[in-house]
């Protein structure tokens, strides 16, 4: 992969990515139809989101990215706090629709990751990575070096597209020091300092990913400019930086854990600063977008978080002691969620 962290390609890739993110959005329509006849008790009891919950027995947080996936899809609407059908969802997909299409998905019910789809459905435990029979779920493989490096490199390929669209949306010559945190190789902290020189960066992550970071550092010969700081995040956030970036992390989490994140942050951060969330967000009404919803049904069935949207982020701000939270879109369907420090 380029170390120049300015460039940019001529095409746009956006495509490319959704195809790998929305690699589980079917399969859970699939679990939807085969397991759960869906849409027909949709159309049946009138359900509001609880009543989804106890009808069907689902986890909350994963009844919730379902549900976005099925709105964005234009498979059901709110109407008056119920879930309603769509016409189309009424002709093809309930049970007793005369051109019934719930069989033809459900002779794909024997593929194995629906039964890791359904029990994470249930359960809201997150599944193995891949949907590997005997791998561990993505935090715990992360733990694992071969696993990290190749984790790691995956998401540099991504983010040398992503980096240098924040710093065309967010105006960085007025500070002077950022930690990303959580940031993998460092791939944003170098591409932000690359078009701000006045900054000077820091890589907060835990072994075994501070050595990734180290070496791309040295790859990219940052070591003057950024320092990579072994610690958790969970724990502490190291003091003396201006902007905390959060780049594709509060997704792996549930909002009990972002809350310590961001409570973490604010204690940490100088006074004037600010925290940047930089993600893929959901609508605040949670109508989609559908490439959105999609990669959030990958981040369901692999660890404890989703998609958020700013309206379940903000509160969350506001009780730490943000200010001034808004959102601004990035490059595709990312975004940054920023909040001051006064």
């Known amino acids: ?175 002077n020091t950022m930690l990303d945190i959580g940031g993998a190789s460092g791939v944003y902290v170098c591409s932000i300092i690359d078009h701000f020189p006045n900054l000077t960066g820091g890589i907060l992550e835990k072994s075994p990913v501070d050595k990734i970071a180290e070496i791309s550092i040295r790859n990219k010969e940052k070591e003057a400019s950024v320092k990579v700081i072994e610690g958790d995040m969970f724990q502490s956030i190291p003091a003396g930086f201006d902007i905390h970036l959060f780049s594709h992390v509060l997704h792996d989490w549930t909002l009990e854990q972002n809350q310590i994140l961001i409570n973490n942050s604010f204690n940490s951060l100088n006074k004037g600063g600010v925290i940047m969330i930089h993600d893929a967000h959901v609508n605040p009404d949670k109508s989609g977008p559908l490439s959105t919803a999609e990669y959030s049904i990958l981040l369901m069935f692999s660890c404890w978080g989703k998609c958020y949207s700013i309206t379940e982020l903000a509160p969350l701000l506001e009780a730490a002691g943000f200010v001034n939270i808004r959102e601004t879109h990035t490059t595709g369907n990312r975004s940054i969620i920023t909040g001051e420090k006064k």
């Not at 120049?4 to 859970?28: H, K, N, W």
């Open 1 to 175: 992969m380029t170390n120049d962290t300015i460039a940019l390609p001529e095409t746009d890739p956006a495509d490319l990515i959704g195809l790998r993110d929305s690699v589980y959005a079917t399969d859970l329509l699939i679990t939807a139809l085969g397991h759960l006849d869906f849409f027909t008790a949709i159309e049946k009891y009138e359900l509001d989101f609880e009543g989804i919950c106890n009808h069907f027995k689902t986890d909350r947080r994963c009844t919730d990215v379902m549900l976005t996936y099925f709105v964005a899809l234009g498979l059901i609407s709110i109407e008056n706090g119920h879930y309603v059908v769509t016409k189309k969802t009424s002709e093809f997909l309930l049970s007793t629709s005369t051109w019934n299409l719930i069989p033809y998905f459900s002779n794909l019910l024997e593929r194995p990751i629906i039964e890791k789809m359904l029990d994470a459905l249930k359960t809201g435990k997150p599944q193995s990575w891949g949907a590997k029979k005997d791998e561990l779920d993505w935090a715990k493989a992360m733990e694992r070096p071969d696993f990290a490096a190749m984790f790691t490199a995956g998401m540099d390929s991504r983010a040398a597209l992503m980096a240098p669209a924040i710093s065309k949306k967010f105006d960085f010559s007025k500070y």
